[in-house]
Nanobody, 115 residues
């Protein structure tokens, strides 16, 4: 069974930085996409960024130039470096794995951007 565990959430000031990490366990094939989604209070879950096994990246327009997604295939991890954060970035961030047409989700980690 594939499982995902996020870490790194917390409180950060506007303009500051935070790094989220997600570790996958289980057998992970090479044909997969890992990514980060977020859900703000009263809002639906939205894509933040994702990355293929080969390293091709997609970003939401709202985070382009501020966030960077990366992965380590040997360690089966994916990270999100969040720079120049804004109050609008406050949300629960979820790690996602798409593998063989199946979707797997972590439990989420809360990021609060406030002064």
């Amino acid at each position: 069974q594939v499982q995902l565990v996020e870490s790194g959430g917390g409180l950060v000031q506007p303009g500051g930085s935070l790094r989220l990490s997600c570790a996958a366990s289980g057998t992970i094939g090479s044909i997969n996409v890992m990514g980060w989604y977020r859900q703000a209070p009263g809002k639906g879950r939205e894509l933040v960024a994702d990355i293929t096994y080969g390293g091709r990246r997609n970003y939401a327009d709202s985070v382009k130039g501020r966030f960077t997604i990366s992965r380590d295939n040997a360690k089966k991890t994916v990270s999100l470096q969040m720079n120049s954060v804004k109050p609008e970035d406050t949300a629960v961030y979820y790690c996602k794995l798409t593998l063989y047409g199946m979707q797997y989700w972590g439990k989420g980690t809360l990021v609060t951007v406030s002064s």
